[in-house]
């Protein structure tokens, strides 16, 4: 399993790679720091053109606030895309506030969380996100 | 019309009949009777033919006397309060009219007949009314008197008959005073009717004419045929350029013509209407039209009133464009406070996530791991302490640091410039300044701090391997001064252009910092009547960061 973490603040990558690296069957977790990197792993370009270093993922795990292309963008132009549209994208984000959960369904995300202020609770989150997303669900690739 | 006749019972029962040739009142034989009586009634025709009003009165009065052969005969109406006074409207004697006068009915025969009867002394009337003066001016011996009343049975006045000599109690005397008194009595309400309806007209005029409103009238054909003085005040129209003669629809601007023209057309079809409309000369007007007519489908003349509701158009306009403002406002504050919350929970996660690994560790012994936990705590406590430090110092953005004073804006940017210079280890930074910077008006801490904060952006977002070069000058625009910091950095993609101003925005996590500079400039920018706005084409393009500020002698957009 494949996981793509789009997360500008370091220490917030770092604490989320040390819980997925303790779910079972994950291979490896790519860490891109804004919208822009990510979307060239997705397409394999730039420094990922080499399709052995980035595999498709699993999982997308997104932040909203990021520089140059900030997490709505780059969810817009996953979904929008139908090549990555079945791709399942939860987006972790400090902000509880409605109006960004809204936009983040409105552009078709398929889980919202809250990044909890409490270590526990966040190695929880990490885990139930990982056991739900990477073993429960069943994806699927784009149809050609 | 009642006289209230008392002839059946004349108060004076003792007229002697044996000197009946020193009285007056005996028209003798039957014959002669039917002769006087065609005589008075001539008379009367004669008297009231083509005359109205107090000419009238002064013929009635003429031809009474001499019909009936009285020395003396007079007309007078009540007035005073209470009507305890009499005022002649015609005085016959002697054979030539005499001048009206006033007097108090107390003492004198016609205060009975003032309370509507009919009264005859036929003589010893100056004994009977001793303190009447009147009544012995005119050597008075007989009075009869008959009171004026109207279709109401109530008095109005008298008409009266005096003479020397004693009167007879002559049937053809009472029915020549009753004709003459009917005559007179008619005339005297036509008259107070007559000017009942003047004093309300006056009235009615005397309303429309003070009037705060324009009170108009149009035929139905939308043509003026009055307007009161407000309503000329309105229309902008002067007696030198009545509205008279023009149309109601020349007074409407241009683009409410076809509006206005519609409403008319429904007034004088019997409709009420209620409508606001732009007149020609810039004012907003509201217009109630009522048309009046014998009919709905028979509209003869159209009446308006006109109000001016241009300033309460203006205090509605102004009114809707400060909520307006307030909620963008309200709107920002909003966003503000959403953004702070949530930037300020980055570091917050951070903490408490390592705090968790740490005690973990802790308990594992691993050295390497704990400090490495300890090392992303510290600099998620240094980095929460920096957005602290900065967000008080936005809040700070809005106030005043020093008074409004000449700023002289060369020796200022050198000064920053070298400022920077010194505190930056790369020997590869240039700062071009411009010897033609203004002296601008304004708060010299702010400008200092803006000036500052866009210098540093501009070497803090140089681009690796090439020496960094930043250029500061100013060109004047209209308002005042449009200054520019221009460098040859990693440039901003035209879509993040407004981006780059918000809180917390940073394009690039790789620097160092808050993201809190700019929204600084634009904060102290704003609270000074300035704007500040950035010019770039794009990745490497470099980028010129604009901002405007008030000239020296430009008084205006200074404020703090």
């Known amino acids: ?52 270093l980035a595999p498709r993922p699993h999982l997308i795990l997104l932040d909203l606030n990021m520089p140059r292309m900030g997490g709505l963008e780059l969810l817009g132009r996953v979904k929008g895309d139908s090549r990555f549209r079945s791709i399942p994208v939860v987006v972790l984000s400090t902000s509880a506030e409605e109006s960004d959960v809204a936009r983040c369904y409105d552009l078709h995300a398929n889980s919202y969380l809250v990044k909890p202020v409490n270590a526990t609770q966040l190695s929880l989150l990490v885990h139930r996100l990982a056991s739900y997303w990477l073993h429960l669900n069943q994806t699927c690739l784009p149809t050609p | 019309m009642g006289t209230n006749s008392q002839f059946d019972s004349p108060q004076d029962h003792n007229v002697s009949h044996s000197d009946s040739s020193r009285c007056i009142g005996d028209t003798g034989d039957p014959p002669s009777k039917v002769e006087f009586t065609n005589r008075v009634l001539r008379e009367v025709i004669e008297a009231s033919a083509r005359s109205t009003g107090e000419d009238l009165f002064r013929s009635l009065v003429k031809h009474l006397a001499r019909s009936l052969g009285f020395r003396h005969a007079m007309i007078g109406r009540l007035v005073g309060e209470g009507d305890r006074r009499i005022r002649t409207l015609a005085i016959w004697g002697d054979g030539k009219p005499v001048e009206n006068l006033e007097y108090d009915l107390r003492g004198t025969p016609c205060e009975q ?187 003869e003349t159209i009446i308006g009133i006109v109000m001016d ?18 909620e963008a406002k309200n709107a920002e504050l909003q966003q503000f406070t959403d953004s702070v919350s949530h930037d300020l929970k980055g570091p917050l996660v951070t903490i408490s996530g390592f705090l968790g690994h740490l005690a973990k560790d802790v308990s594992e012994g691993d050295q390497e791991r704990i400090r490495d936990d300890i090392r992303w705590i510290s600099d998620a406590t240094q980095r929460m302490k920096q957005m602290l430090d900065e967000l008080l110092e936005l809040s700070r953005a809005g106030s005043v640091i020093s008074s409004r004073e000449p700023v002289d804006l060369g020796p200022l940017v050198h000064d920053l410039a070298n400022m920077v210079k010194s505190g930056d280890d790369s020997e590869s930074l240039e700062v071009v300044v411009a010897d033609d910077l203004p002296v601008v008006l304004g708060d010299r801490g702010r400008l200092r701090q803006v000036v500052q904060n866009l210098l540093l952006n501009a070497v803090k977002f140089r681009r690796v391997n090439l020496p960094c070069r930043v250029e500061v000058g100013a060109r004047s625009n209209s308002g005042g001064w449009e200054v520019w910091v221009r460098d040859n950095g990693v440039g901003i993609a035209p879509e993040h252009h407004e981006r780059v101003f918000r809180l917390f925005e940073k394009l690039d996590s790789d620097r ?49």
């Open chain 1, 1 to 52: 399993m494949v996981v793509l973490l789009a997360e500008d603040d370091p220490a917030h990558a770092v604490l989320i790679e040390r819980e997925l690296q303790r779910v079972s069957a994950l291979e490896c977790v790519h860490h891109v720091r804004n919208g822009e990197d990510a979307l060239h792993y997705l397409n394999q370009q730039g420094a990922y053109g080499d399709p052995e």
């Open chain 2, 113 to 299: 007949v003032s309370r509507g009867e009919t009264c005859y002394h036929l003589r010893d009337v100056q004994r009977k009314f001793p303190e009447d003066e009147l009544l012995v001016q005119m050597e008075a011996e007989c009075y009869i008197g008959v009171a004026l009343r109207d279709t109401m049975s109530r008095a109005l006045g008298v008409l009266a008959v005096l003479d020397d000599r004693p009167a007879q109690n002559a049937p053809e005397i009472r029915a020549a005073l009753t004709v003459f008194a009917e005559r007179a009595a008619t005339e005297l309400e036509r008259m107070a009717a007559d000017e009942a309806t003047l004093a309300s007209e006056r009235k009615y005029r005397a309303l429309v004419e003070t009037s705060p409103y324009g009170i108009i009238r149009i035929d139905s054909a939308g043509g003026f045929l009055s307007v009161n003085s407000a309503g000329m005040t309105i229309f902008g129209r002067t007696d030198e350029h009545p509205v008279i003669g023009t149309r109601f629809l020349e007074t409407v601007a241009e683009e409410d013509r076809r509006k206005v023209g519609e409403e008319l057309r429904s007034a004088s079809q019997g409709a009420a209407r209620e409508f606001e409309y732009l007149a020609i000369n810039g004012k907003a007007l509201q217009a109630s039209l009522v048309p009046l007519g014998d009919s709905e489908a028979h509209v």
């Open chain 2, 309 to 326: 509701v241009s300033e309460r158009r203006k205090v509605e306009a102004e009114r809707e464009a400060l909520i307006a403002e307030l």
């Open chain 2, 512 to 560: 160092s910092g808050t993201g809190m500079g700019l929204a600084i400039v634009k904060r102290i920018l704003e609270t000074h009547g300035g704007r500040v706005w950035v010019e770039s084409e794009g990745r490497d393009q470099g980028s010129t960061f604009w901002f405007t500020w008030p000239s020296a002698n430009q008084e205006k957009g200074a404020g703090s």
